[in-house]
């Protein structure tokens, strides 16, 4: 393979190289690996060959390369075994995708829609078959993928989150086969192991790692890099995870289960998982010892000294958790207070780590008061290397209720009540674990206050009612038609996402910055050369239309020029990793990247909750806990804008967590849920980095289109969390419409009057609906002003010298 790069991309890869194995998770090891040395390997699965780096929608990127693991062995210098078994596969594979494809296209035509809409992230199920497994050599290694992307969502049937009975067999006869067998999951997202988790002595999570995925296993293989990453979403079998909420619902989504999710209901409902949240081995063993916890104010500070008490080197990562009171609240059983990861450390090699947290941070909504509360009683503190594995570290007391913030309602009410556990919790802790006791004068105690004062700027007061409107919405352009949805809709860069009227250019993400790989540069500008649409929508389209879009995309006369960029771990790779370092070092190559190729504002990155591990876009977003996501999306938002005219956009804001009837689905959550599991991870982001850029999210919150939402644009967003950026729609596009849906469409005038200063991408339609409102007194010039008035201080951040 030609491997031939530019010094940007081969110094970013040279960059992310030692990190990428710290996202992979280990879940079993039976002291057969890593091997000494290469030699003859039998690797069979659906991954090997056809590795998958990361999902499909927004998330891919357009690398010049990525590695295989077929090649990232080779390379290492394995002797592989099994070339036939991976071509029978690949035909296989190729029979199973020509029915898939027909499939689609049978239950468009039923539904009187395109297939290209039915097939957006639709994933094939993994075909069955019976191919021998006669690779030569005492080791094997079994790659099993999924992918997933927007525009679907996984099932829980086999070949997607089950595994197929052609794998079962295959697996479980490997691992009697073979003295060493290694069974790798190239995924973004829990598989059910069950069938095979308990007979299988090697497993690794290997993830979407991005370019180099292939030689990362190599590397972990031969024990030249030591896997290190932990789980930040729950892997249980099928049948155990919750059923309790709705998943997949046409129109409402009533999120029933609360605040209950992830661990939170498993270590409430005394479910056992297979693998526990922030689980994950290492080819060393640790130990950690003399855990010390110290109060200085409200901050709480603990310090452990962790020591690598095995024979390989390594990194551990620690996490402290918290139980709270319960008086008139209830709680889960535990939340995640802290975490931290140490340096790499030799066999014998020691380090004191020290893990912090705001006891504040604690406190819990109270809807019926309106306000954020801290209760009477004892917080009782957990140190660890998961939620099952912890040991008790102190009580904090809280001698009396404290109020930390007043705040007011932002959202309807729901029409159920939230579930609660019935599982009685007993706080078992040593007499001897010590006591501190927490001073309500410590804490905050502080009341919102949501008179926002909103400066107009001068500019944006001289300007007509016209140019306000044009202001308000991306920078489309008409005779593009649907390639302007797709990639193909900046007049500066080729393949940007869009652009604002201002010419401040965005890209999408999140797992790098997806541009055109190849473009013409005419006189008016790049120009994407051939069809921007990818194969994996092509094939949706009967072949009259393919052939007539082709046509309409020829290549124009010109220069070609091609622009490849950094395709880095998915969002939950990256969280595995438990090293916010590695995130802003992926932030600041996307900027570096970003000032190179011309786009101020990357459309990323993605930090919703892994609410149900059937969600299509998970793989983009890094956890079920808000804490994690809300700590990632800060590091990488400030790697990002670490570089003076870069921005971060976090997004999907929010309570977006399914992918079916995503422009038009009602997600129906409580206000206590929203708030401490669905928001919270976008305070700590805001608060933390600052992003400049923020996107709303596709679906409805109890009825109203979140970009339409005052109640989380101003109230909690600009007044609670302090934002001063630019709030963006997601790209709303009228031919994604669905008229079997109960509710409408987000409106480009609604927008506007709820905060929102970007409706994206834009169209005449939108700007007709802008100036509808505006007529009838639905929307202020004011409102305008002072929307455009954010996206000109924001522009001005963003200018480049």
């Known amino acids: 393979m030609d491997r031939s790069m530019e010094d940007y991309e081969r110094a970013h890869l040279e960059r992310l190289r030692p990190y990428l194995a710290e996202c992979t998770v280990l879940l079993k090891k039976d002291g057969s690996f890593p091997l000494a040395e290469p030699g003859e390997l039998a690797l069979y699965g659906s991954g090997a060959r056809r590795t998958i780096k990361g999902g499909t929608g927004s998330g891919e990127v357009n690398s ?38 027909r499939d689609i296209r049978t ?22 078959y019976d191919i021998p497994l006669e690779g030569a050599g005492d080791t094997a290694v079994y790659v099993l993928a999924r992918i997933s992307g927007e525009g679907n969502d996984r099932q829980h049937i086999r070949g997607d989150i089950l595994l197929t009975e052609t794998e079962t067999r295959d697996i479980l006869r490997l691992q009697e086969q073979y003295p060493r067998f290694m069974l790798v999951l190239n995924v973004g997202g829990p598989v059910d192991l069950s069938p095979v988790a308990d007979r299988v002595g090697n497993i690794l999570i ?14 972990i293989l031969l024990g030249k890099a030591s896997p290190s990453g932990k789980l930040t979403t729950t ?3 099928s049948e155990d995870y919750p059923r309790i909420g709705d998943f997949g619902n046409f129109d409402d989504t009533r999120y029933r289960e609360g605040i209950y999710v992830g661990y939170r209901y498993f270590d409430s409902a005394g479910v056992t998982p297979m693998f526990p949240f922030g689980f994950g081995l290492s080819w060393t063993e640790f130990e950690h010892t003399d855990a010390k916890t110290e109060l200085e104010g409200e901050q709480v500070r603990v310090q452990v000294k962790l020591k690598n008490t095995g024979s390989f080197v390594g990194k551990e990562s620690l996490q402290v958790y918290v139980s709270k009171p319960e008086v008139t609240l209830d709680q889960p059983f535990q939340e995640l207070a802290a975490f931290t990861k140490s340096g790499l450390l030799a066999p014998g090699g020691e380090e004191e780590v020290e893990l912090r947290f705001a006891f504040s941070d604690l406190a819990s909504w109270d809807s019926r008061r309106t306000a954020w509360v801290l209760e009477k009683g004892d917080y009782f503190l957990r140190l660890g290397t998961s939620s099952r594995d912890t040991a008790p570290i102190a009580r904090l007391r809280l001698e009396s209720e404290v109020v930390t913030r007043k705040a007011r309602s932002a959202c309807n009410p729901t029409d159920f009540g939230d579930w609660k556990p019935t599982l009685e919790r007993i706080d078992m802790f040593p007499p001897e674990v010590p006591i501190l006791t927490v001073n309500p004068e410590d804490l905050p105690q502080t009341e919102t206050d949501y008179a926002l004062t909103e400066p107009i700027e001068a500019e944006a007061a001289g300007m007509s009612t016209e140019e306000l409107i044009a202001m308000n919405i991306g920078a489309f352009y008409p005779k593009k038609g649907l390639l302007s949805v797709i990639g193909d809709s900046s007049r500066s860069v080729a393949g940007a996402a869009g652009e604002t009227v201002s010419g401040l250019v965005m890209a999408d993400g999140p797992a790098g910055l997806r541009l055109s790989r190849d473009y013409i540069l005419t006189e008016e500008g790049p120009v994407t050369s051939g069809l921007t649409l990818p194969e994996t929508m092509l094939a949706f389209l009967p072949g009259p239309v393919t052939w007539g879009l082709r046509k309409l995309s020829k290549k124009p006369e010109g220069e070609l020029r091609h622009q490849y960029t950094t395709a880095i771990p998915i969002g939950t790779a990256l969280a595995q990793s438990w090293n916010t370092e590695l995130a802003g070092i992926c932030g600041d190559l996307v900027g570096e990247e970003m000032e190179r190729m011309h786009v101020h504002i990357w459309l990323a990155p993605a930090m919703n909750i892994h609410r149900d591990i059937r969600c299509g876009r998970n793989f983009e977003y890094f956890s079920e806990d808000p804490l994690v996501a809300g700590l990632f999306a800060a590091a990488i938002t400030e790697g990002v804008q670490s570089h003076p005219g870069c921005a971060a956009t976090v997004k999907h804001y929010a309570v977006n967590n399914q992918e079916y009837n995503r422009y038009y689905n009602n997600s129906m959550v409580s206000e206590r849920a929203l708030r401490e599991i669905y928001l919270r991870g976008f305070g700590i982001c805001v608060r933390k980095a600052k992003p400049l850029a923020l996107m709303t999210s596709y679906n409805l919150l109890n009825g109203t289109h979140t970009s339409e939402h005052a109640g989380l644009i101003h109230d909690i967003l600009r007044c609670e969390f302090g934002y001063e950026g630019i709030v963006m729609t997601d790209w709303v596009i009228a031919a994604m419409s669905n008229r079997r849906s109960l509710h409408p469409a987000a409106d480009a005038g609604r927008v506007a009057e709820a905060g929102g ?3 994206m991408p834009g169209s005449t339609k939108d700007v007709n609906s802008m100036r509808q409102a505006v007529k009838s007194g639905h929307l202020s010039v004011t409102r305008l002003q002072k929307n455009v008035s954010v996206l000109l201080r924001v522009g001005r951040q963003l200018q480049r010298v």
């Open 235 to 237: 892997w249980a079998a």
């Open 64 to 101: 010049r390369y990525f590695v295989t693991v077929e090649e990232g062995l080779k390379e290492a210098g394995f002797t592989l075994t099994t070339g036939p078994w991976l071509d029978a596969y690949d035909r296989e594979q190729e029979s199973a995708y020509e029915h898939f494809i």
């Open 757 to 759: 200063t970007l409706f």
């Open 206 to 219: 290997l993830s979407q790692l991005g370019v180099e995925t292939g030689s990362v296993l190599a590397d």
């Open 107 to 128: 239950q468009a035509r039923k539904k009187h829609s395109l297939a290209i809409y039915e097939g957006m992230g639709a994933v094939m199920p993994e075909p069955e």
